[in-house]
Nanobody, 115 residues
Framework: QVQLVESGGGVVQPGGSLRLSCAASGSIFIFNVMAWYRQAPGKQRELVAAISSDRTNYAVSVKGRFTISRDTAKITLFLQMNNLKPEDTAVYYC??????????WGKGTLLTVST
C-alpha cells in the first residue's frame, strides 16, 4: 500500500510563500486524483486543490495564489503557496483517491501564517 508523507510546513509571514511536498512510498499512478486538504483549528477539513490527469481544481479562497503540481515521475505532489494570509493557517493533508474510490491520507504538515 502506498503511503503519503507531507513536508514543508512551517511559520511564514503574511504575504510570504511556501511549497509543500507530499512524497509517496511508491508510484502515485494508482491514484486517479490527488489533492491537498487543510483543517484549521475548530473547523472542518476542506479541499484546497486537486489534480487529475487532465485538470486541476482550486478552492475559491486560494485560486490565483496556490498551485498544485506533481513531478513527471509522479512520485511527489506539490502545493506552491504564494501571498499567504493568516487564514491559510492550518494542518495541510495530502490525499490520494484510487480507481476504487479508496482514500489514502498523509498525517499532515502544519502551516502557520503569522507576524
Amino acid at each position: 500500500q502506498v503511503q503519503l508523507v507531507e513536508s514543508g510546513g512551517g511559520v511564514v509571514q503574511p504575504g510570504g510563500s511556501l511549497r509543500l511536498s507530499c512524497a509517496a512510498s511508491g508510484s502515485i499512478f494508482i491514484f486517479n486524483v490527488m489533492a491537498w486538504y487543510r483543517q484549521a483549528p475548530g473547523k472542518q477539513r476542506e479541499l484546497v486543490a486537486a489534480i487529475s490527469s487532465d485538470r486541476t481544481n482550486y478552492a475559491v479562497s486560494v485560486k490565483g495564489r496556490f498551485t498544485i503540481s506533481r513531478d513527471t515521475a509522479k512520485i511527489t505532489l506539490f502545493l506552491q503557496m504564494n501571498n499567504l494570509k493568516p487564514e491559510d493557517t492550518a494542518v495541510y493533508y495530502c490525499n490520494g483517491l484510487d480507481y476504487s474510490a479508496v482514500d489514502t491520507w498523509g498525517k499532515g504538515t502544519l502551516l502557520t501564517v503569522s507576524t
